[in-house]
């Protein structure tokens, strides 16, 4: 057994997942009943969903403490790719539901040494107010989450074109602009904890082994979210764009000259009291320099001591009977992860596919088998060894098996399914539930035929789409598109088993695919 279900094995002993022993299937499978769980799960006695106040499910009983430091951040983010993955409504509500409710209900006040930032936990659980840090009480913020959450108030922005979330976006970024400082290996740009109110950083002094103080709170390199947003900002054309850029500088110089070298990537969880180098920081700067490498030369080498360095640090050869070695989750707690495995195992798939070092490959899909494990019949999802947190298990669970299969679509079920985008998908339907708005937004389409429709953010950018056969047409704002490997169009790639559209935009946001 492992968590709640029996392992299964290809002929070769190598762990397979639970559900199918096609990848494909199972991790479609997995991905929605996760989801559903999230999404049905009981209300608080004050009306909330229960996700909204606490970091961990139980059945019996409310858990007594509230919600994980990025719990919203994570969701929103797996959301925004579920959305597009099966135009779901009711997903992309959720997005609506938690930025909107999390921005009424949780910023720092605009006074404040360190105004409209989001605090990253509810002191009192059902009071529907997030106020303070998990360890160390109100009025404690963590910098690196609300870098985090400023991005994906630009990503809600594209979705529905609200300017409410752009404003709060460029609200977050001044702040933490104004506050970025050069960084040096003691202290990070921007700091782990601070006080909103005196401005000065929070300080762990707890060592119990050495006896010695370290101040903890001075330092995490989860710094590439608030980059990203400053850059996101930039490119938008809106709010202190000089400050942004100059922010941007010091981030990306520190990233560079400090933690890419030495690998002193650490803290990112609220709950730890001491240092704890992670894999979750470690990774996340790694895809990070993977989707930009623009700003990084030596990507292609730097990446891969990152990887080799989390397989030094984290490695967990306890399933290695099955073909498997999965990921431990950080220093002081080295346990084996779910979402840190699926972690590891969708940034692996990602090097191999930019490199063409496909060393990583075959343990990378195992990985992803080990952790549909820890997911139960009713998509209640179970940290190993742990608790069923609604961080791990939710938001940091759902993009890892999305991301993986933009990276190799034969790990996408033999249906039709927008695997990723460059741009924003604002609008996904699919053949069996399109919108009355189609007859509006085009002349008298023959919807009886439309198998795909979806809109960007941007009138330019590429989707990879996976369908279960080749498209007749593909219209791009009303106008047909050539079939070409150059340029503005379409390309189309045969799998064993259906194949992925490519579309290239440069002239427009609207797609319909024909059947």
Known sequence: MLQYHPIQTDKAGNIIPWYSADPAIAYDHGIHIVWDFWYNLRRDPDGLPYYMEHQVFNKNIDDPRGIGGDQFMMAISSWRLLYAYTGDEHVKANIYFLAGYYLTHGLSPANCKWPNIPFPYNTLIYSGIYDGDMRNGKDVA?????????????????IKNDPVFLDAAVKIANTLATNVKTGN????????KVNVFTGKTVMLKLD???????DTACYTSNLTPTLELFYELIELK?????????AADKILTW??????????????????????????????CARYMMEHP??????????????????????????????????????????PGNSHSARQAADELLYGSLTGDTSYYTNAIRELNWATYFVDLDGMNCFPTDEPWLTDGY????????????TYPVLAPDEDHILSSTSVIQQADYKDHFKKYLSVEFDKPDTGKVRVYYRAFDDHGTEFIKLKNKPSAVLLNGNPLKETTDGEGYSWNVL?????LSVRRKNGDRVIIVQ
């Open 395 to 406: 938001g940091d669970y759902v993009r890892h098996y999305l991301r993986a299969m933009a």
């Open 142 to 158: 963590q910098p690196d989450k609300a870098g985090s959450f400023g991005l994906e108030l630009v990503h809600v922005y594209k």
């Open 294 to 335: 623009q700003y990084f030369p030596e990507w292609k080498t730097q990446v891969k001591n990152i990887i080799n360095w989390v397989h030094t640090n984290f490695a967990n050869d306890k399933w290695k009977k099955y073909g498997v070695i999965v990921t431990n989750e950080q220093s002081v707690y080295p346990v």
């Open 238 to 246: 809106t709010g202190n764009i000089i400050a942004y850029k100059t």
């Open 496 to 500: 064993e088993k259906g194949g992925v």
């Open 208 to 214: 119990g082994k050495s006896g010695k103080s370290t």
């Open 255 to 284: 990233l560079k000259k400090f933690p890419i070298q030495t690998n002193k990537w650490g803290p990112f969880f609220e709950d730890v009291g001491e240092w704890s180098q992670t894999q979750i920081n470690a990774m996340t």
């Open 185 to 192: 290996n003691e202290h990070s740009p921007l700091p782990f």
